[in-house]
């Protein structure tokens, strides 16, 4: 998965449900990445690569790191408690284990789908670098934050196991 073109990465999970995503190009170095651009030489973030197959946080773990895919694809896998399955994937330029920010555990398992090369930083060292708690960009992450655990409860609403 080289060059500036997009790439479409389909996956058929062990459940034989077929997943589709079109993925950005990989980020080759630090220089070249959104996070190290803004860091001035001081990006938290550290390079880590995985194996395919390894997992990166279980479904109902709470993750201590957050991650930001730079190569490679990861699977975010649920699992309901009727046994259904759902699927995403995610490739360069991709956050996973956000939950972490809020100490919350994971909705879903992070797996490795390819190798991957993954920056992790520890969520309490992304949460100073991002800024102080009176700060825009502290406010804009919460909020963020925020929504993104709306979107996880209207999911489990629309799975029937909100109000378990």
């Given amino acids: 998965m080289t060059g500036s073109r997009h790439e479409v990465c389909k996956w058929i999970s062990p459940g034989s449900t077929e997943v589709s995503v079109l993925l950005q190009p990989p980020i080759p170095s630090c220089a070249t990445c959104p996070l190290g651009a803004v860091s001035r030489s001081r990006c ?75 920056c992790a930083v520890d969520s309490s060292v992304l949460s100073t670098w991002v800024g102080p708690e009176d700060s825009p960009s502290r406010a804009v992450m919460d909020l963020v934050l925020g929504d993104a655990e709306l979107r996880q409860r209207d999911l489990s609403w629309r799975s029937g196991d909100a109000l378990a």
Wanted: net charge positive.
């Fill in 44 to 118: 938290p973030f550290t390079p880590t690569y995985l194996p395919a197959g390894a997992l990166v946080c279980g479904q109902g773990e709470r993750s201590a790191r957050v991650g930001f895919v730079r190569e490679g694809v990861v699977s975010l896998t649920r699992v309901e408690p009727d046994g259904t399955e759902s699927v995403a994937l995610r490739g360069p330029r991709s956050l996973v284990n956000i939950e972490a920010l809020r100490s919350a555990a994971s909705p879903y398992e992070v797996r490795a789908l390819s190798d991957v090369r993954l």
